[in-house]
């Protein structure tokens, strides 16, 4: 059980994130880096490239080459993700800075930026991604392997969630890998370089706000980073709009969903 102290949650409720440690076991992150450097080598190819193709992206990578390669929703590709789901210490983990048992999944997906050439990401608030009315939702970061700003790691300016949500510049720039919209804030305002680092060992979980601004550096290392992201929000919780559906959402994790209305669309032949 890992239920945060009284203290641990005013962190969380000051700074909008928290780092935490022994959330999994030796074991069970021996299973899932295999996992997770299994499904890469697997599915490597082009289409995982999802870096961000914008002026301020490339001018932070010097122009020259950047990548980050994803692959969403793994529990679809292996059993040892949907362990990760629904692992006992993680969901009392969410539960004491959400303030609810009833735990829905939005989505999750794992980004790998490789050595040398890991693109960097500027600062951005999940939310304008996906909007929702009660501001619920938060990220759970789950580190791979070591990371620090040297190989890309993840950057927050602390108590920025507390400003709700910012201004987006980034949906009026560039696109991504994809041609789809990208979401972030004036780097003018909010520098990579003035948010604060976070070092981190393999198996330690940033949980943060979705409205928290974070952003991560380039990878200039001889070292990968290996992330899992899961972004999970409370049952009665509801969408401002109908954005960035994806297979698994609502997913119930942990206590239940009273608001799920009943589904009668499959009809099976008897």
């Not at 022994?22 to 890469?40: C, G, H, P, Q, V």
């Not at 999750?108 to 501001?135: E, L, R, T």
């Amino acid at each position: 059980m890992v239920k945060l102290t009284l203290e641990q949650v005013q962190f969380y409720k000051e700074n909008g994130y928290i780092k935490l440690s022994n959330i999994f076991t030796e074991k069970e992150m021996d299973e899932y880096s295999a996992e997770y450097t299994r499904l890469f080598k697997l599915k490597n190819n082009p289409e995982l490239e999802t870096s961000w193709i914008t002026n301020h992206v490339k001018k932070l990578a010097n122009n020259e080459e950047f990548s980050v390669q994803s692959i969403h929703n793994l529990q679809f590709h292996s059993a040892a993700f949907t362990r990760m789901l629904l692992n006992e210490n993680l969901l009392d983990a969410l539960e004491s800075v959400m303030g609810t048992s009833d735990i829905l999944l939005h989505h999750n997906k794992a980004h790998m930026k490789p050595p040398g050439i890991g693109a960097p990401y500027v600062m951005h608030q999940d939310y304008h991604y996906f909007p929702f009315k009660k501001h619920s939702m938060v990220a759970a970061f789950i580190h791979m392997n070591k990371i620090d700003p040297e190989n890309g790691g993840l950057c927050i300016y602390p108590g920025s969630h507390k400003n709700g949500p910012l201004e987006d510049i980034g949906v009026l720039q560039e696109k991504d890998h994809y041609g789809g919209s990208i979401h972030y804030m004036d780097p003018e305002k909010y520098p990579i370089d003035k948010a604060t680092p976070v070092y981190a060992e393999r198996g330690d979980v940033v949980i943060f706000s979705y409205l928290t601004l974070h952003g991560s550096y380039r990878n200039l290392s001889d070292r990968p980073r290996c992330m899992f992201l899961i972004q999970a929000r409370a049952a009665d919780d509801e969408p401002i709009s109908e954005i960035h559906q994806s297979e698994g959402q609502d997913m119930v994790l942990r206590g239940k969903n009273d608001y799920k209305k009943a589904s009668m669309n499959e009809r099976f032949a008897h």
